[in-house]
């Protein structure tokens, strides 16, 4: 059996549900046979738990926008009074007026649920294989990790986590501080019989993996326990951030990348700063679209696909570029951070190669320079021969032919036309996808080593350490050294460090539980002036809360909805 597999889903009609488990499809192994003969038996038991994560879960309209657009992070207007309107749901989501019909919790809640399903029936397969099987005996942990991982975001989403070990099982429902340590058990549990990192990959859950999850769920357990009270961040959870985060600083398995967009490029999944990340290279047929959703409608990013435009979604908000001016003063934070924009095109017309050809990464101000696209069999035009012009970016709706400008006003009225905001392209566009639009192959980050010295720093400072916690924070400040670095900070607190996560995490899925842990999610921001806590939880969907009514009491809707 290979140690180190490729494991997707690639065919077929799958029916899953939490109940049942009813599916048709191929599991791959590094051969890219198109055939299951032959393919182990442990092999095809796991497959599914991590097969389709992208488009179930990790999807644009799916989690990043139940974490990012219910931020000061990022909005998502109804652009120009035809698109992305969307029966409200992103605009309802941003307000916190979402419902239990919002059709985003459906979406988010399905999807994991989904693979919870796909956990449970990967373990039922492998206890048994594992009695004789070594490798078995792996995959099962890889599982039950999973299943874990699963269950913390219903948590972190939804204020509950499924316990099943039997898929044929009814469902326990846990809550609060007795979710939390369930959480903690299963993880550490599966620890022991984990494979390292270097072992198999990102894409696969290993030791350092349950490490940094542990992390993440202590950090945030004062939260899980009493979530619309004011969290207490005990020294036993801090204590336990701080021995997680040291095991995987300490095991030799990760590294801080010099340059900070290499850890979303297209093929970022040799990159050692990634701890887990959802598997998109390009034999998986990698399909997520985190590339072209903010971008501009009539930007095209890569001169092999002619019609790999962006689509005019979510732009960031002008309080969120606040923070950055906040920080740097007088000084572009273009020039200041390097997180905030690499500058690959010049910004004024010239000639570029195919092999010197590299959009700009990060966040998108102002007039836009790129491709000329034309309207014929060769669309983009060209200049010395085969070298391609690089210009301003006419906007297809002006009737005059206006460059587009993206402005740093964005709102729901006044400034929802389809430039308004500034965009974000930090995952790279695919160069090697069919499509290059919809399919972009760069793995998707969910814990990256960044993030261990940024949760010790505050797990530090809540400790009272605010020395430790300044030093945790300079240490990934100063490893993004490709470019430019930024400048050392000279002082640390709670708000510093809550702008400084903004900073090193933005577009990142995490957004939401930031705010929410540093008190923060019930401020009022561009359009957003709810300051209920009982939206730090989202609506169960009811189409759950109503499969569930058969039995009385089972799965109680969350407060406020």
């Known amino acids: 059996m290979k140690n180190k597999l490729t494991l997707t889903l690639l065919l077929g009609s799958m029916l899953f549900n939490w109940n049942c488990t009813d599916l048709e499809e191929n599991v791959l192994d590094e051969s890219l046979n198109p055939s299951t003969e032959g393919i182990d038996e442990a092999v095809a038991a796991l497959a599914p738990v991590y097969a389709k994560t992208n488009d179930d879960i990790w999807r644009h309209t799916k989690y990043f926008s139940m974490q990012e657009i219910s931020t000061d992070e990022a909005i998502l207007p109804y652009r120009g009074g035809t698109d992305w ?36 029936s990967a373990m039922n397969a492998l206890i048994p294989l594992a009695e004789t099987d070594p490798q078995a005996v792996v995959y099962l942990a890889e599982a039950r990790a999973m299943r874990a991982l699963y269950n913390h975001i219903l948590l972190d989403a939804f204020g509950l986590v499924f316990v099943k070990d039997n898929i044929d099982d009814q469902s326990v429902i846990l809550r609060g501080g007795e979710a939390v340590d369930y959480l903690i058990s299963e993880l550490t549990a599966a620890e022991p019989n984990l494979s390292t990192t270097t072992a198999v990959g990102p894409g696969r859950m290993t030791k350092t993996g349950v490490w940094a999850l542990l992390a993440r769920i202590h950090l945030n357990a004062p939260v899980y326990r009493d979530p619309y009270g004011t969290p207490n961040f005990g020294d036993a959870d801090m204590n336990a951030v701080i021995q997680y985060t040291n095991q995987v600083i300490n095991s030799g398995e990760h590294a801080l990348s010099a340059e900070y967009f290499e850890i979303f490029d297209d093929e970022n999944h040799t990159n050692t700063e990634l701890i887990f990340a959802i598997d998109q290279r390009a034999d998986l047929g990698g399909h997520n679209r985190m590339a072209y959703f903010s971008m501009s409608g009539d930007f095209f990013p890569r001169p092999e696909h002619p019609g790999a435009n962006g689509t005019d979604a979510a732009a960031i908000t002008s309080d969120f570029y606040q923070t950055w001016v906040d920080a740097y003063g007088a000084t572009d934070p273009a020039d200041a951070d390097p997180r905030f924009h690499q500058a690959n095109l010049l910004q004024e017309p010239h000639c570029i190669s195919l092999e010197d050809y590299e ?29 391609y012009v690089i210009d301003l970016v006419i906007n297809h709706r002006s009737e005059v032919g206006d460059p587009v400008f993206h402005s740093l006003e964005v709102d729901f009225t006044t400034y929802s036309a389809h430039s308004n905001g500034y965009r974000v392209e930090k995952y790279e566009f695919s160069k090697t996808s069919d499509s290059g639009r919809n399919k972009g192959q760069a793995d998707l980050v969910v814990l990256r080593y960044a993030d261990m010295f940024m949760m010790r720093a505050e797990a530090k400072l809540r400790l009272g350490d605010a020395g430790g916690s300044l030093a945790d924070v300079n240490i990934v400040r100063a490893s993004r050294t490709a470019r430019h670095t930024a400048p050392p900070l000279d002082a640390m607190d709670l708000d510093i460090l809550y702008r400084e996560r903004g900073f090193e995490f ?22 957003k002036t709810n300051s209920d806590p009982q939206k730090r939880l989202f609506p169960i969907p009811q189409t759950a809360v109503d499969g569930a009514s058969i039995l009385e009491g089972y799965l109680v809707q969350n407060a406020g909805y």
């Open 506 to 527: 933005y577009w990142e899925f995490q957004r939401r539980t930031d705010m929410i842990r540093f008190g923060k999610y019930e401020d009022s921001y561009t359009e």
């Open 85 to 120: 309107g969307d029966g409200g749901k992103f605009s309802d989501l941003y307000r916190h007026a979402m419902t239990p019909g919002n059709s985003i919790m459906k979406d988010v809640w399905n999807g994991v649920t989904k693979h919870l399903a796909r956990a449970v």
């Open 359 to 387: 959009p700009n990464r990060g966040i998108y101000r102002g007039f836009l320079y790129g491709l000329q696209h034309e309207k014929d069999n060769d669309p983009f035009e060209r200049c010395n021969g085969e070298d």
